[in-house]
């Protein structure tokens, strides 16, 4: 596999999933972009060179693709140019220097090709001496939403070395993504004639229909329309404390309280009993060492759910909790290679199995903005952000103006928001209860 001179290794599945599913990323477009504002003096000096350090001591910031043979793969470069791009806007008065910051970061939209390396771009935007932003641009073909935590976390720390005169640690090169892809695709042919596989079929054996949800205008052909408007409600405190405690000590993971939500939703407003959505789960759980290492991990997995007999909403939320659990145990299994179109019999959800953030809501930490999931309905991509502000949840939904009307998306939103506050009160409530506390008009058009 790999020449004295150049090292290739192969793409892992996630790749080979994002690929089969995006044109626009294989021409580069297909950008993570990511920020964390500093309100104190940084060093640009101290900070290139920790910036350095990351560039030479891990071969994730080396790798380019390449497309010379039938199949398409990575190519491990001896070495990178690069450096931070320092844009000053200390200048300007500070209302007119942030304006700036975020129309740059809105505007830096250049393509970063595939065949090319680096597959990433960070800057260093000045607002004032004691104001920054880090703003950084990674090709997603190469990383996830998560690793733009771990390259935050690692480019800080090296920086807080250096400037204590410490010597900065390195990255394991026993827990970097070109290993990964060795050890996943040594494991894949166990992956498809194992357990995994037997799940997978068994979950698939029955056909699947798109569940629709009722909207008001109807679907225009031609040019598609990325336009969206926002509705959101927060939660009083009481609210979301009764949240957190009932998923305390019902000993029900946050996750699985929020999808039981949405499932209720979306079986309100399109009456089918079978709903199944697509969901993004971290992927680095059988591998402790890929904690800090930067990456695309994230597994693409079906979660499908049957409304059958009547039960209490304790039992629906315990059934949905099971059954991501399954799926989570069996997350790695590529898709792509079960012969059958999911994206268009399913919803399509965004979130992550660990909800760190949620935590806070119980803990008592303030200040913060958490996101937790988001979830978007086909291709109508209905988006349902559940977010914690300073102790309170926020249920929040982007929708296509030309498909919704806002009055009914407000209705949606406060349909989560009683059933919330059912469950919270009792949860021995039967779930048809539920159902029919809010009866929505289904008037497809």
């Given at each position: 596999?790999?020449?004295?001179?150049?090292?290739?290794?192969?793409?892992?599945?996630q790749?080979?999933?994002?690929?089969?599913?995006?044109e626009q990323?294989?021409?580069?477009?297909?950008?993570?972009?990511g920020?964390?504002?500093i309100?104190?003096?940084?060093?640009?000096?101290?900070?290139?060179?920790a910036?350095?350090?990351?560039?030479?001591?891990?071969?994730?910031?080396?790798?380019?693709?390449?497309?010379?043979e039938?199949?398409?793969?990575?190519?491990?470069l001896?070495?990178?140019?690069?450096?931070?791009?320092?844009?000053?806007?200390?200048?300007?008065?500070?209302?007119?220097?942030e304006?700036e910051a975020d129309?740059?970061?809105?505007?830096?939209?250049?393509?970063?090709?595939?065949d090319e390396?680096?597959?990433?771009?960070?800057?260093?935007?000045?607002?004032?001496?004691?104001?920054?932003v880090?703003?950084?641009?990674?090709?997603h073909f190469?990383?996830?939403?998560?690793?733009?935590n771990?390259?935050?976390n690692?480019?800080s720390?090296?920086?807080?070395?250096?400037?204590?005169?410490?010597?900065?640690?390195?990255?394991?090169?026993?827990?970097?993504?070109?290993?990964?892809?060795c050890?996943?695709?040594?494991?894949?042919s166990?992956t498809?004639?194992?357990?995994?596989?037997?799940?997978?079929?068994?979950?698939l054996?029955?056909p699947?229909a798109?569940?629709?949800?009722?909207?008001?205008?109807?679907?225009?052909?031609g040019?598609?329309?990325l336009?969206?408007n926002?509705?959101?409600?927060?939660?009083?405190?009481?609210?979301?404390?009764?949240?957190?405690?009932?998923?305390r000590q019902?000993?029900?993971?946050?996750?699985?309280f929020?999808?039981?939500?949405?499932?209720?939703l979306?079986?309100?407003?399109?009456?089918?009993?079978d709903?199944?959505?697509?969901?993004?789960?971290?992927?680095?759980h059988?591998?402790?060492?890929?904690?800090?290492?930067?990456?695309?991990?994230?597994?693409?997995?079906?979660?499908?759910y049957?409304?059958g007999?009547?039960?209490?909403?304790?039992h629906f939320f315990k059934?949905?909790?099971?059954?991501?659990?399954?799926?989570y145990?069996?997350?790695?299994?590529p898709?792509?290679?079960?012969?059958?179109?999911?994206?268009s019999?399913s919803h399509?959800?965004?979130?992550?199995?660990n909800?760190?953030g949620f935590?806070r809501?119980?803990?008592?930490?303030?200040?913060?903005?958490?996101?937790i999931?988001n979830?978007?309905?086909?291709?109508?991509?209905?988006l349902?952000?559940?977010?914690?502000?300073?102790?309170?949840?926020?249920?929040?939904?982007?929708?296509?103006?030309?498909?919704?009307?806002?009055?009914?998306?407000?209705?949606?939103?406060?349909?989560?928001?009683?059933?919330?506050?059912?469950?919270?009160?009792?949860d021995?409530?039967?779930?048809?209860?539920?159902?029919?506390?809010?009866?929505?008009?289904?008037?497809h058009l």
């Amino acid at each position: 596999m790999n020449s004295a001179a150049t090292a290739y290794y192969p793409l892992t599945q996630q790749q080979l999933r994002m690929m089969g599913n995006s044109e626009q990323g294989l021409l580069g477009n297909y950008l993570l972009p990511g920020h964390k504002e500093i309100l104190k003096y940084i060093d640009p000096d101290l900070l290139e060179k920790a910036y350095q350090h990351l560039l030479k001591t891990d071969r994730f910031f080396r790798i380019k693709f390449d497309f010379s043979e039938d199949e398409p793969r990575m190519e491990e470069l001896p070495a990178v140019k690069d450096s931070i791009r320092l844009v000053d806007f200390s200048h300007l008065p500070p209302e007119e220097a942030e304006k700036e910051a975020d129309e740059f970061r809105a505007s830096e939209t250049r393509p970063l090709p595939l065949d090319e390396c680096p597959l990433y771009r960070v800057y260093l935007l000045k607002l004032s001496e004691e104001w920054h932003v880090i703003f950084y641009i990674f090709q997603h073909f190469m990383a996830d939403h998560y690793s733009n935590n771990v390259f935050l976390n690692r480019l800080s720390s090296v920086y807080r070395d250096l400037i204590n005169g410490k010597t900065p640690a390195t990255q394991d090169p026993k827990a970097d993504y070109l290993t990964y892809s060795c050890w996943q695709n040594e494991r894949l042919s166990d992956t498809l004639h194992g357990a995994k596989a037997h799940f997978w079929s068994q979950k698939l054996k029955a056909p699947m229909a798109r569940a629709e949800v009722a909207t008001d205008f109807p679907e225009r052909e031609g040019a598609r329309d990325l336009s969206r408007n926002s509705f959101y409600l927060k939660l009083s405190d009481a609210d979301s404390r009764a949240v957190a405690q009932y998923c305390r000590q019902g000993g029900i993971m946050p996750i699985a309280f929020f999808m039981g939500l949405y499932l209720l939703l979306l079986k309100r407003w399109s009456g089918a009993d079978d709903q199944s959505f697509l969901s993004l789960f971290k992927g680095r759980h059988e591998y402790p060492e890929l904690k800090d290492a930067l990456g695309l991990f994230m597994n693409l997995a079906l979660i499908r759910y049957q409304f059958g007999e009547e039960m209490t909403a304790r039992h629906f939320f315990k059934s949905v909790q099971k059954e991501i659990m399954k799926v989570y145990r069996n997350q790695d299994f590529p898709h792509r290679l079960v012969g059958r179109d999911l994206f268009s019999l399913s919803h399509y959800s965004f979130n992550f199995f660990n909800d760190h953030g949620f935590d806070r809501l119980s803990k008592g930490n303030e200040g913060r903005e958490t996101w937790i999931t988001n979830y978007a309905h086909g291709e109508i991509h209905l988006l349902t952000f559940i977010v914690l502000i300073d102790h309170n949840i926020r249920l929040q939904l982007h929708y296509p103006p030309y498909r919704f009307r806002e009055e009914r998306i407000e209705h949606m939103v406060e349909g989560m928001e009683a059933v919330l506050r059912q469950v919270c009160l009792d949860d021995s409530i039967a779930l048809s209860a539920l159902l029919s506390a809010q009866s929505p008009v289904r008037n497809h058009l």
